[in-house]
Nanobody, 123 residues
Framework: HVQLVESGGGSVQVGGSLRLSCVAS?????MAWFRQAPGREREAVSA?????????YGASVRGRFTISQDPSKETVVYLQMNRLKPEDTATYYC???????????????????WGQGTQVTVS
């Protein structure tokens, strides 16, 4: 059973940047980032197929966020977040063990493994 650990969250001013990291305990084909703000549904942020595969972005973050795989570790994925806005404030979760069939792979119900989350606050 794969395990995920996120890090890199924090507080930042509007327009600032943060980089989140997600480390998996073993390689997996697809890793994704979701976020959830209080009182709101979990929202897909980005996803990446490991090994040079496709990348996907939610409409609200496209052009500001970049997902990438560590060049030397296929178990590490980053989410570079630039030009942060107050509406980006949320707990960010890494997910894997995807069992869905859709493209983009953005349904939370299709992921069976989640990290503990890391808080991002933009003010």
């Amino acid at each position: 059973h794969v395990q995920l650990v996120e890090s890199g969250g924090g507080s930042v001013q509007v327009g600032g940047s943060l980089r989140l990291s997600c480390v998996a305990s073993r390689p997996t084909p697809l890793m994704a980032w979701f976020r959830q703000a209080p009182g709101r549904e979990r929202e897909a942020v980005s996803a990446i197929y490991i090994g040079g595969g496709a990348k996907y972005y939610g409409a609200s973050v496209r052009g500001r966020f970049t997902i990438s795989q560590d060049p030397s570790k296929e178990t590490v994925v980053y989410l570079q977040m630039n030009r942060l806005k107050p509406e980006d404030t949320a707990t960010y979760y890494c997910a894997t063990d995807y069992r869905g069939m859709w493209s983009p792979p953005f349904s939370p119900r299709d992921y069976n493994t989640w990290g503990q989350g890391t808080q991002v606050t933009v003010s």
